[in-house]
């Protein structure tokens, strides 16, 4: 209940949003694209917000997001493929079960390499990532369902907006309190010091290997919500790009800024997009033009984040 409470003005924020988007798409004043690129962004917003935890405010540097994000996402595909258990009612299960199979490998893997740094835990991470595209596009050795680099198909359409709306919002508010909590002023402390911090008497490993596999556990949720979105599951949808988009969002909103994701997120999605709907066909191929233009104009005015003051 006290969750609910200091949430307050929060949930009415995002009940009033809610009613907005289901009355446009109501009323049919936007097409199904527009519809399903909505529901994208939240998925987005909350996988970014996972590597937010991570990197935004814990200081790990992982180039591997992706990967968890594809884990959670096969993971929930696979299961209700194989169950039969395709529809709305089980389709909570099949969610958490993405995000757990992604925090659980996070932790295995978290244990030893969280004990590097900076850019060895960088390219630690990146290793991690090519290694899932690869198990991805052989996995039909494992199983045929699982497609291998022919692409996961006849996935169950059942991420929709309420769907998709309440998971990220429900995940969002408890990403918030966790951030406000002790547990957020370790990570914190370990971000600006991790020797300062130890000295302190903070367990560091145990601080660092909670916000990686909380963080991966947020992608899982938000690949298995891809999933059941697009209903396609391709090895190249999980690669090195797709890692590096999230970064993008966490660092323009503002590392360690949970308001900045969400509105970079929204900014990403929406420019990309946009520029596949104003662009002609002939030239869409420009929009990868416009979007480094873009990243250099923000960084240049905005070198902190769109959320984040200068520091002094």
Not at 64 to 91: D, P, R
Not at 148 to 174: D, H, M, P, Q, Y
Not at 176 to 199: P, V
């Amino acid at each position: 209940m006290r969750f609910f409470l200091e949430s307050k003005k929060l949930i009415l924020l995002a009940a009033a949003v809610y009613i907005v988007l289901r009355l446009i798409f109501g009323f049919g004043l936007v097409s199904g694209y527009i519809e399903q690129i909505t529901i994208y962004v939240f998925i987005v917003i909350l996988a970014a917000t996972g590597l937010n935890v991570i990197y935004g405010y814990t200081g790990q540097f992982s180039l591997g997001h992706a990967a968890f994000y594809g884990i959670g996402a096969y993971t929930s595909a696979y299961l209700a493929s194989i169950t039969g258990l395709e529809n709305v009612v089980f389709f909570p299960a099949t969610i958490l079960a993405g995000g757990i199979a992604a925090a659980l490998v996070a932790a295995i893997i978290g244990i030893p390499i969280l004990r590097l740094r900076d850019d060895f835990l960088g390219i630690a991470t990146l290793g991690f990532g090519i290694l899932v595209r690869v198990f991805f596009d052989n996995s039909d050795k494992i199983s045929e369902t699982l497609g291998g680099s022919r692409g996961f198909t006849g996935i169950a359409r059942l991420t929709n907006l309420e769907i998709a709306f309440f998971v990220t919002v429900f995940l969002l508010l408890v990403t918030r309190n966790l951030i406000t909590s002790r547990y957020g002023l370790f990570w914190r402390c370990i971000k600006e010091d991790e020797t300062a911090s130890a000295s302190v008497g903070i367990d560091t490993a145990r601080m660092k290997l909670m916000a990686f596999v909380y963080g991966c556990f947020l992608a899982g949720v938000a690949g298995a919500l891809y999933a059941h979105l697009y209903t396609f599951l391709h090895p190249s949808n999980f690669d090195f790009l797709r890692s590096i988009d999230f970064l993008i969002i966490v660092i323009l909103g503002g590392m360690g800024n949970i308001a900045g994701t969400i509105y970079a997120g929204l900014l990403w999605v929406g420019f990309i997009e946009g520029l596949r709907i104003v662009l002609p066909a002939n030239i869409l191929d420009l929009r990868w033009v416009f979007i480094p233009l873009l990243l250099i104009v923000l960084m240049m005015w905005r070198p902190y984040g769109l959320m984040t003051k200068r520091k002094s």
